[in-house]
């Protein structure tokens, strides 16, 4: 039988790129199976300038990386304005390549992105296992395969403008989901748009694959697992992934990072000097932006709280600030020297599990999700786009474990917020997530859930053939 030889392509973005990089570590402690990794070269170089990725994958001789170009200039920002740009390019420009690699080598199964439909054609042509890898929540994708149906009720474009109003045509989200709640690509009031054209045939596409993995805990979202069994019968649910890959490397837990910015260290000697569960830690993820205003919203929010807090401020997420200096009234540099810190970057999964943190204010991308679940951390919810607003929904709504702040920016609701999070409902809070965070942590330890699943996709990469 041929030698077990995984081709891993994600979306080139932070939040994917990092979930299948621990997919890569976990696939390569099983030294029987070889994993070939495909970046782009825009990632690879920041992976390079600011991680120990190529240390760290040293130690495993049946791992290798591999670029390919991403078709967009160099100077192209690559934030959430241009995700429609990042997977034209990718299927322009990259995807002929992973073509090419899949005919020459030895590959005997495709992990990639969900929204790589053209992987079908080329793992037909290959004679080859594909298997999708969607790195976003199931609820979220759930929501993705549901837009179809959403047009054919007449659910989507929106007839008039409550957002309030609640969505039937999603099945097992009825009662929960508001408009507001959809994937922001549902506010559309043009279906011809790019992002929904390529959810549409994603959804087409998926039900091709040989497997879907997903990075969630059947404790988390069994009820929507049972409704994605029914679709694609075999689903890998190995969640959360970061927790399984420390499980494993229990051993050697050095933290590691897989970050495209320079993490700043110097946060946690700032966490290490403050109460217990006493600090919000905020951050947007890497794509997100906010506007000037929104800027001043949230700070103003976050010193009126007269809650601690550690604030990430990405640089690019601030729309304009770099070119037109703004002037920040000097009573919030005052009271942010007394309770603030701000870093342009920061190693998020220690900052989470620092004893220090007691909230996290989040866009909601499914990695800060997942992360801040397993650290028993409440959450306040900001989304800014596609998947977030589900999450955010599913966070406050479902799971109960913090609040929905979405399409709402203003100082006293970010106030309000923060005390209720941070102090008045506190407790109770804590209490539900470290619940949450229990689950979590028993799904990947023997014998868990994710821990079977993960055996059982190893297993099935070793024999698999189509
Ligand atoms: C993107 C999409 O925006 C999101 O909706 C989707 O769910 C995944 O892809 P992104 O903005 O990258 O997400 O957010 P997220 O998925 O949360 O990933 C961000 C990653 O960056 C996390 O793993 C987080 O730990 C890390 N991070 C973030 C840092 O290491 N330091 C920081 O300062 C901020």
Redesign the pocket.
Known sequence: MAVPHVLIFPLP????V?CMLKLAELLCLHQETHVTFINTEYIHQRLLNYTDVLIRFAKYPNFKFVTVPDGLPEDNPRN?DQIGKIIEGVEKVSSPLFREMVMMTTTTCLIVDGIFTFAVDIAKEAKIPLLYFD???PC?IWTYLAVPKLIEDGEIPFKGNDLDALVNSVSGMEGVMRRRDLPSYCRATDLDIPIIQHVIKQGKHIVQAQALILNTFEALEGPILSQFRALCPNIYAIGPL?TQLKAKLASQSLPT?N?L?K?DMSCIDWLNKQPNKSVLFV??????TMSKAQFLEFWYGLVNSKTNFLW?Q?PGSIIGLEDDDINVPMELVESTKERGCI?S?????EVLAHPSIGGFL????????L?SIVEGVPMICWP?????QV?SRYVAEVWKLGLDMKDVCDRATIERMVIEVMDVKKIEFLERAKQMSNLAIASVGEGGASYQDLERLIEDIRLMRI
């Open positions: 973005l932070q939040g994917p990092n959430g790195t976003i929540s979220a970061h990072s970050s910015w993490e951050s947007i993820g890497s794509l997100a990430v990405r870093v970057w920061a190693p998020q999964e989040t866009h909601c991308g499914w990695n800060s999700t992360e800014y786009f596609v998947d977030q999450n």
